[in-house]
């Protein structure tokens, strides 16, 4: 088994190593709003639950070399302090890989994608009204794990509304196969999510 020294591993090396062991990756598709009211959407694939009282999500945003190290949605969070975690299943997935390109800050990613806004209940930033999952968020907490390129930043977020489609309910079971979500591998490969297995926790 070979040993590696992160010490030893250049940047972008470290990320395509980390990326191709941490999988698959969940994503969270972030709506948000900067202070003038554009709109953005950006896709990320470190994401994951953090709290289950209070609900609370979290992504991670990396920092990036200049001119621009941060990108739109840290900023407008930091801003509003409120975002919208939108699942991305496969029926549009190819419309919010479109959201990964990068553009200027003052463009719409709905209008570049062609997804649908859809208004929220209890925060500004629009919903995705392709989606079948939204979560309401408002920010809770941002921790600046490491400000140098190929570093993270930490968004976490408690949610205060759920919207679910309700073919996807049983009780509060999520059917997994009508949610038909993907997630991330490394580089440009994503997984399906409908080749389970099941595993009883032991008692």
Known sequence: MRVLDPAQIEANDMYRLMIGIVVPRPIAFVSSLDAAGVRN????????????????????????????????TLRNVEATGEFVVNIVSEEFAEKMNMTSAEVP????????????????????????????????????????????????????????????????????????????????MGGPTYVRTRDRFIMERPK
């Open 41 to 72: 959407l950006a896709p990320f694939s470190y994401f994951t639950v953090c709290s289950n009282r209070p609900p609370v999500v979290c992504f991670t945003t990396a920092v990036r070399a200049e001119p621009r190290p941060y990108k739109d």
């Open 105 to 184: 800050a003052d463009v719409d990613e709905f209008v570049l994608s062609g997804l649908t806004p859809l208004p929220s209940e209890l925060v500004k930033p629009p919903r995705v009204a392709e989606s079948k999952v939204h979560m309401e968020c408002r920010l809770r907490q941002i921790l600046r794990v490491s400000d140098q390129p190929g570093g993270g930043i930490l968004v976490l977020g408690e949610v205060l509304r759920f919207h679910v489609q309700d073919s996807l309910l049983d009780g509060y079971k999520i059917d997994p196969d009508k949610l038909n979500a993907i997630g991330r």
